[in-house]
């Protein structure tokens, strides 16, 4: 490991953020002798970002936290085309409308990680639409797409997947690479923008910046990208079994986002808990070693600390003590994930499968029916055996309520409207 005099590098560093970086003794004497500001871009492609995106964040609030400025950029005008990295295919185009009402979401998200505001330390949002939707093209390919190499740019690993594979590139997505190279010269000349930080399938669009800032006259820019990761079984970062594992909490509850961490494998702990929280080093160190079921108790603490900074420690706290009463009581808490159904259906009576279906517990009657036969099921905490079984008013608890479980860790609560 480098040993980096400046704080930022080397906490980066220490807690697992680094993959490469472009100039290390360069940058690190940089961050080391002024304020230095630097970037990450985000594509609004959905209405939040999900935990995969959560380590660019945490880079960026590491930046903020050891004294310099970060710029969270949205991706307004490269969004209209979409990053072809590494992906099979191009991705949907976005209207501007959408990609409006996507940012207005990610937004949400940002000011529970960084502060905002004029001062020389204090985090930026700033959208590319704002100097991409006025571009001249005639202009911007005579001042900066002759400074491009189509041969260099089709050796990017990005590129050479899509074409070995055979899978079409269209101008557009290759027009992608030319305009995130350009949104850096634009940052460095708006805000002295010196680095941009990203994941590590972004290396070649990162390096290209600095290569298109040297021919254009700006100082000299850096690159840090960090590794991609997957847990340890090699699932991807931010996904789960019912879906991507959303950081606004309109579209995911604090309950259902500390319930994903509590399940971290047990081989992540450590590494998340370094990548995802702000625990000292040598209390994560202690975590780490524990082993067997002591374990649990560092996973609750992994959940509880990555919820709080999202969510904040009020709903983190309750949501830890929902999972204890649920799952060590065997009681109810008003905190668990909670439907409505109209009272009137439920004096009918609702067949179970279609329940559970209601409660996101399943996508179909077809696999609720499977989770039946396989045991699964429950309501009110007893096992359910028949598949045509019908619930009605009375299977109410005394709180008012039905509780429906699939398996031992996913909860909803009925309630009649």
Not at 235 to 252: E, H, I, Q, R, T
Request: proline letters at 3%; one cysteine or more.
């Amino acid at each position: 490991m480098t040993a980096f005099k400046s704080d930022f590098l080397r906490t980066l560093s220490e807690r697992g953020f680094i993959h490469q970086i472009s100039d290390e003794t360069g940058l690190d004497d940089l961050f080391a002798k002024e304020t230095v500001t630097a970037y990450i871009g985000f594509d609004p492609t959905a209405a939040s970002l999900h935990a995969g995106g959560l380590i660019q964040i945490m880079m960026l609030h590491w930046m903020q936290q050891t004294g310099h400025r970060p710029i969270a950029l949205m991706g307004g005008g490269t969004g209209m085309i979409g990053d072809p990295s590494f992906k099979d295919e191009a991705r949907k185009l976005l209207t501007p409308e959408m990609i409006a009402s996507n940012i207005a979401g990610i937004k949400k998200v940002f000011s529970n990680y960084l502060t905002f505001g004029d001062g020389p330390k204090d985090a930026v949002m700033v959208n590319n639409a704002d100097w991409l939707l006025g571009i001249n093209y005639i202009e911007f390919l005579r001042d900066v797409g002759r400074h491009f190499s189509v041969n260099r740019m089709l050796s990017f690993d990005s590129v050479k997947l899509r074409l070995d594979r055979e899978q079409s590139l269209s101008f557009l997505e290759f027009n992608y690479m030319i305009l995130q190279a350009y949104d850096f010269v634009e940052l460095n000349k708006r805000y002295d923008c010196r680095l941009q930080m990203g994941g590590s399938d972004q290396w070649g669009n990162i390096v290209n910046g600095i290569d298109l800032g040297h021919r254009m006259g700006s100082p000299q820019l850096y690159a840090l990208t960090s590794p991609l990761l997957t847990t340890s079984s090699g699932a991807k970062m931010g996904k789960s079994a019912d879906g991507a594992v959303w950081l606004n909490p309109d579209m995911l509850s604090a309950y259902d986002f500390w319930q994903y961490w509590r399940n971290t494998e047990d081989a992540d702990v450590e590494r998340f808990l370094k990548l995802y929280t702000r625990m000292p080093l040598d209390e994560i160190a202690r975590l780490g070693a524990l082993q067997g079921s002591e374990l649990n108790e560092a996973k609750k603490i992994l959940a509880t600390e990555v919820t709080a900074m999202l969510h904040g420690r009020i709903a983190a706290d309750e949501a830890a003590e929902t999972a204890r009463k649920t799952f060590e009581e065997g009681s109810l808490d008003e905190n668990l994930p909670t439907i409505e159904i109209a009272a009137a259906e439920l004096e009918a009576g609702v067949g179970v499968l279609s329940l559970f279906v209601t409660a996101g517990l399943a996508a179909s009657n077809g696999e609720a029916r499977r989770h039946v036969k396989g045991g699964a099921v429950r309501l009110n905490d007893k096992p359910v055996s028949d598949e045509r079984q019908v619930v009605s008013m009375a299977d109410l608890t005394p709180e008012g309520v039905v509780k429906l479980s699939l398996g031992k860790k996913k909860h909803v609560l009925l309630r009649p409207a």
